[in-house]
Nanobody
């Protein structure tokens, strides 16, 4: 069994910064792509950023130039550095990752989410 645990959310003023972390634990053979999603009240969950096992990144337009996704494979951790935060960035942020088993199966897991609130 695998777990993803997010941390780093909180209340921040517009223009401020936050760094989210998500650490995977459990029976891990190999982690594939890792990503951050977010879900604002009354809206569907949306992709924020994704990083492959090789370090290739991709961002939603909403976060380009402001957000940076990175990962530390030795720590099984993915990060999301968020700068110049806006009111519309308020959401629950979820970590997501693909886990490869030694038999070649790929399982996808979600974290429990961490609240980010941007407010003056």
């Amino acid at each position: 069994q695998v777990q993803l645990v997010e941390s780093g959310g909180g209340l921040v003023q517009p223009g401020g910064s936050l760094r989210l972390s998500c650490q995977a634990s459990g029976s891990i053979f190999r982690i594939g792509s890792m990503a951050w999603y977010r879900q604002a009240p009354g809206k569907e969950r949306e992709l924020v950023a994704v990083i492959t096992s090789g370090g290739t990144t991709n961002y939603a337009d909403s976060g380009k130039g402001r957000f940076t996704i990175s990962r530390d494979n030795a720590k099984n951790t993915v990060y999301l550095q968020m700068n110049s935060l806006k009111l519309e960035d308020t959401a629950v942020y979820y970590c997501n990752a693909d886990f490869n088993s030694y038999k070649g199966r790929i399982d996808n897991y979600w974290g429990q989410g961490t609240q980010v609130t941007v407010s003056s």
